[in-house]
């Protein structure tokens, strides 16, 4: 079952089979015509039904749980498919055909002429991409389900930035390899320029003049469209990894945002001498000092940063991983529409390490005091030392080492921030301060994702309560409200799986006393890989039990 699994994956997602190691599929992109997919929901269908007739209760306890994650993940995922957000959603990041094709040159290593003939056959089923995403937004549109008139723009402001530029210019038409590939490279870049440009063209003209004139207006969440309230619940669930309900969400974020007021003005009155809340986000938008002045500014900040993160870590974690992160800058045909930073894995095969990506466009909107928190999240301890050590598991099934809950992952990344003040990461209480606003930033995501998507906020709204509680600049904000219109629920998953994190250390440092061990339990929270929040209160909560069962008296 599980190996069936994997091959399904695999065949469904072969530009992602290229990065792990699997080369069988080199030549193809993953499909997104009707036909395809509703090809590929009738084999997921199958692998569901075939995996509930399996008899759980006579599996060993590892495979119980490994059961249980695939299990559970299937079925979240089938829960999703079915509102079939692909007829609709226009995002100028997530799903971008463009920015895909562009990351495709660089993340498929060529090693030979058959690897650059692979990534020519593969740019050009990229013509075939836009035009079923033509016919994908068509089908939406006709059932009355379209994206908002704030993400078309963008996405036609973007595309209309790239089609202004000259074709060598574009990423996906200068490969790395094109010096050694002389007869090639021109290939890929006649094929761009014949193939890719018109479809790119096609794509744009679409969207101006079919789709925004009947995009929708101020109500831009998923509760403005058909059963929107279901197609949220279900995006909850994908990405939180339990059923909970919106309101809950929406409650707990209001009240994590009333601690970190209270932090964020406590920190500027003794740092900033600010009186107030709204004084000290005031001064932390208005002081120019805070503020980088230049892009390698921010890349020379970025690296000190993670130079320092990976040489504090052996004190706080018993296994490391063998595979390195590096730190790189945004793409500039990405970056105007991007979030702050992210993160990609490293390659499974060894051919690329991991990687911590900055946003440096327009560098004097980008503050100083963030830096330090955002790195620890995106790479060390956050985002590399989790994803690599998981890839790094051994004998686990591969969908465990190399997939995993979004709750898990991002819950992680976002504890470490705040393990990072007890591994004394942060250089200054100026850094602190953006360590308080970063939490208040994922605390007002539970309340603006809900907000927008259950509660028919409008995007002013969302980016009005934002620059209220948080010192993000308002390019930031921008971006961020813009990225969970178009991501609905991913955005509730970091401060959730936080404070399950938070709450499972807590529990562990009660129970266990003197016997509590940071580095034992970082093991156990990291080495099952991105497990559900529930099965990792299983796990921390028989290390617990086992650790403590040495104090209990000997009937005997």
């Known amino acids: 079952m599980l190996a069936d699994h994997w091959e399904f994956m695999m065949r469904w997602a072969p530009t992602w089979a290229t990065t792990l190691g699997d080369h069988r599929y080199d030549d193809r992109l993953a499909m997104r015509d009707a036909a395809s997919i509703a090809k590929m929901d009738g084999e997921h269908a199958a692998l569901l039904a075939r995996l509930v007739d399996v008899d759980a209760s006579v599996l060993s306890p590892a495979d119980a749980i490994t059961y249980k994650l695939l299990r559970g993940k299937l079925e979240a995922e089938q829960g999703l498919a079915r509102w079939r957000f692909h007829e609709w959603v226009v995002d100028s990041s997530s799903g971008n055909v463009f920015g895909e094709l562009s990351y495709l040159i660089e993340s498929h290593i060529v090693k030979s002429a058959d690897d650059a003939r692979n990534v020519i056959a593969r740019i050009r089923q990229g013509a075939r991409l836009f035009d079923d995403t033509i016919a994908n937004l068509a089908t939406g549109l006709a059932s009355g389900r379209v994206s908002s008139a704030e993400k078309v723009r963008r996405v036609v402001e973007q595309l209309d930035g790239e089609l202004a530029k000259p074709v060598d210019s574009w990423a996906m038409a200068s490969p790395a390899w094109g010096e050694r590939e002389p007869a090639l490279h021109a290939e890929l870049r006649d094929v761009v320029e014949r193939e890719i440009q018109p479809a790119a063209i096609r794509l744009r003209d679409f969207l101006r003049d079919t789709v925004l004139p009947a995009a929708r207006g101020e109500a831009e969440g998923l509760c403005a469209i058909p059963d929107g309230e279901g197609a949220y619940r279900a995006s909850i669930l994908f990405h939180v990894g339990v059923a909970v309900d919106p309101r809950r969400l929406h409650e707990l974020g209001l009240a994590e945002i009333a601690r970190t007021d209270r932090e964020l003005a406590d920190l500027g009155k003794r740092v900033l001498g600010t009186d107030s809340l709204a004084a000290t986000v005031a001064q932390l938008h208005e002081d120019r000092a805070l503020y980088f002045g230049s892009a390698a500014e921010i890349l020379t900040a970025a690296q000190f940063a993670l130079d320092r993160a990976k040489a504090a870590i052996p004190k706080y974690f018993s296994v490391l991983p063998v595979t390195d992160c ?112 970063y939490d208040a930033w994922r605390a007002s995501r539970l309340v603006v994702d809900t907000g927008i998507h259950s509660l028919g906020w409008t995007r002013a709204q969302a980016e009005a309560f934002m620059r209220e509680h948080t010192a993000l600049t308002p390019i930031n904000i921008s971006n961020e409200v813009d990225r969970y219109i178009g991501w609905p629920g991913q955005a509730l998953a970091y401060k959730f799986g936080q404070l399950e994190i938070l709450q499972l250390r807590s529990d562990a440092e009660q129970k266990l006393a003197a016997r509590f061990d940071l580095k034992a339990f970082h093991a156990i929270v990291l080495g099952a890989g991105a497990v559900t929040l529930p099965v990792l209160a299983d796990r921390v909560n028989a290390w617990i039990d086992q650790t403590r069962a040495p104090l209990e008296p000997n009937p005997s």
């Not at 993160?343 to 499974?348: A, D, G, K, L, T």
């Not at 911590?356 to 301890?381: D, M, Q």
Request: charged residues 25%.
């Open 326 to 437: 590096i730190m790189r800058e945004i793409p500039s045909y990405e970056a105007p529409y991007s979030t702050i930073a992210y993160y990609r894995q490293p390659h499974y095969d060894g051919t690329k390490p991991g990687e911590y990506f900055v946003n440096t466009y327009k560098p004097e909107t980008r503050p100083k005091f963030e830096l330090e928190a955002l790195t620890w999240h995106e790479s060390i301890p956050g985002h590399h030392l989790q994803i690599a050590l998981s890839q790094e598991l051994g004998e686990l099934p591969a969908f465990r080492k190399l997939d995993g809950s979004t709750a898990f992952v991002e819950g992680w990344a976002l504890y470490t921030e705040w393990l990072a003040e007890e591994m004394g990461l942060y250089s200054s209480d100026v850094a602190r301060i953006g360590r308080v606003s």
